[in-house]
Each structure stands twice: as C-alpha cells, then as structure tokens.
C-alpha cells in the first residue's frame, strides 16, 4: 500500500519565478494538507483541500494557491517566489476526523 | 484557535536513560494529540495519537505519551534511549476536523 508521493524531491527555482509541487494521497484517504517547514521550524499549515475544495487555509499569502482533483491528488502553485519561501514542502493525507495525517517525504524548494 | 507549546528546543540524555519530551496545548474543545517523530532530510512519522479513552497512549519504538487534561499536557516518554531514537520531534493538536497544528519541535541527543 502506497503511502503519501511528493514530486520533486529537489526544486531550485529562481526568485519571482513560479512552481507547482504534486502530492499523491495514501489510498483511501480524501483529505490533502499542506505544510511548509522552515530549517529547524514546525510545520506550518498552509491549506488543506477537500472534495476538491480548499477547506481551510493558514496565514499564507495569495501566492500560495492549490488545487485537489477528483482522485483526490493535489497541487501546491506558488507564485511570484521570494528567497524567504525557500523550505521543506510537506504534504499529508487523511481520512475522518481524528485521525492522524500521513505524511510524504517532502520537496525541497530552494529559491536563489 | 488550538496551539501547541513544546518546553525545551534541544533535549539530550545518554544511552538506557530516560527520554522525557515536554508538550502542552491550548485547546476550549477536547483535542486530538500526536507525537511525529522526523529524521534528517525526511517527512514526518506517527509515532501515537491521543483521540478518545485511555489516556495513557503506547506508539512506536517504545515511546509512550500520557494525556492530562487537568495539565494540558501529553508529554512523550520512553524509558531507555537508544542511539536510533535521536531525531526531532514534534507535538500537534488537532480539533473537531480542522487542520493540524504542531509545536515548533524539540531536537533529541543520544550520547553513547
């Protein structure tokens, strides 16, 4: 049983460029959540999608936007990319309430 | 909003010494409590949760965590480091079916 798939492992991007990061949920999970975590940070929430609608968003700009497809997979965009937006792309998936998230290993986005 | 606060960034015992990592939240509902254990340059891992019931709560690797409501606290536990068990760690609450919000880690040290 697949666990939660990110791609790309590794991202260098230039500054005021965009990126879209790619998140596979674990099967039979429904619920998709983005965190980015700074060196030597938590994760921050960014926003997390359901049936294919952003349900919840944390204190990030519009910068940051997603989208969830029907077979529950999700995009992260950023745009306009800031040196400051360098970090650990985390993405998770669940399923109900109360249930812990399983989480992908990660992009890494290094803005220069 | 719930939060969580993790008491010591940098923790550091000897091998077959006692692990004591401190977490407390804020929560006005009854909350769902993790413990995500990280290791260099990879996602998150559950190592238990707290939902409903036994407050006392066993997880991987040895780590347990025991839920105190009149504390707000779920300190996470094992009672004989071993040198694998060196990694971040990370508490997160979760409320009612909203997003997860962890605490800003706390970095274990195994001495030999």
């Known amino acids: 049983d697949a666990g939660v798939t990110q791609s790309p492992t590794h991202l260098i991007k230039t500054r005021g460029q965009q990126v879209t990061l790619r998140c596979s949920p674990k099967s039979g999970h429904d619920t998709v959540s983005w965190y980015q975590q700074a060196l030597g940070q938590g994760p921050q929430f960014i926003f997390q999608?359901?049936?294919?609608?952003?349900?919840q968003r944390g204190n990030f700009p519009d910068r940051f936007s997603g989208h969830q497809f029907p077979n529950y997979s999700s995009e992260l965009n950023v745009n306009a990319l800031l040196l400051g937006d360098s970090a650990l792309y985390l993405c998770?998936?669940?399923?109900?309430?109360?249930?812990?998230?399983?989480f992908g290993s990660g992009t890494r986005l290094t803005v220069v | 909003a719930q939060s969580v606060t993790q008491l010591g960034s940098h923790v550091s015992v000897s091998e077959g010494a006692l692990v004591l990592l401190r977490c407390n939240y804020s929560s006005s509902v009854p909350p769902y409590l993790f413990w995500y254990v990280q290791y260099p340059n990879q996602g998150l891992q559950l190592l238990l949760k707290y939902t409903t019931g036994a407050t006392l709560v066993k997880g991987i690797n040895g780590f347990e965590a025991e839920f105190k409501k009149s504390e707000t606290s779920f300190h996470l536990t094992k009672p004989s480091a071993h040198m694998s068990d060196a990694a971040e760690y990370f508490c997160?609450?979760?409320?009612?079916?909203?997003?997860?919000?962890f605490g800003a880690g706390t970095r274990l040290t195994v001495k030999p």
């Open positions: 999608y359901y049936e294919e609608e952003e349900r």
């Open positions: 998770a998936s669940s399923l109900g309430t109360g249930d812990g998230y399983t």
């Open positions: 997160a609450v979760r409320v009612n079916n909203n997003d997860m919000r």
